[in-house]
């Protein structure tokens, strides 16, 4: 698979899954993941050991995605990235701007509020 | 002009020369101008009302685009708003999605981390 979108939308669906064995696969070893407000983190090992206990902890990942457009390597998808930690939900409204070549996402950088995801993330859990 | 990337290329272009009465030409009279973290305004009028002065406090407004991808009316854009206001510089990172009908843009919305603005609107301000 080398569609940069198809590719895109793989990641997502293992994310959706929260098989994050499955969504690494479609990452390159030196992927960029870049959290705009919050920092980067770069190499697919590294976005598993951030990402995947966190999806893990969910007992729903549900990422819709409102708009998606693709040209040559770049994908573009304005999405409202769905996460329920226990009896609450966190809902983040985000665009993503992604790199894929060769078949592998190289960059993956994500434009949201940070205090939209905090103040969430302090009422799901209690902090 | 009815390429979706070109209008919004024109509207930019028209932002960052300061001139809100050439912008608001792009505009349809019921653009839906939405800065997730803040809240939409509605409408051609409401958005030379909220943006024009601001711009015209600036005394460069410069947008450059990084990343820029359209499939039908569907427009995103990656880009560094940078407004200078007396001797300070405002950068802020931002996902705009539009969506152009007919010429006109019909929806700008803009991602981006509200706290990155406050805290150096408040720095240039003195607040």
Same mark, same amino acid.
């Given at each position: ?18 098989? $994050? ?16 407000? $919050? ?16 999806? #893990? ?10 708009? =998606? ?8 998808? #304005?999405?409202?990235?769905?996460? =329920? ?6 809902? $983040? ?26 103040? =969430? $993330? ?6």
């Amino acid at each position: 698979m080398t569609d940069p979108a198809a590719v895109v939308d793989a990641f997502i669906a293992a994310i959706e899954r929260r098989d $994050m064995a499955a969504a690494v696969v479609h990452l390159a070893d030196d992927v960029e993941y870049d959290n705009v407000p $919050m920092g980067k983190t770069v190499g697919a090992d590294a976005v598993a050991a951030a990402l995947g206990p966190f999806i #893990e902890r969910c007992t729903v990942v549900d990422w819709p995605v409102h708009r =998606q457009v693709a040209d040559g390597p770049i994908v573009f998808n #304005e999405r409202l990235d769905r996460f =329920q930690l226990g009896d609450h939900w966190i809902e $983040m409204p985000v665009t993503g701007v992604w790199e894929v070549h060769d078949g592998r996402i190289t960059l993956w950088r994500d434009y949201f509020d940070l205090a939209t995801y905090t103040s =969430q $993330m302090a009422a799901a859990t209690g902090g």
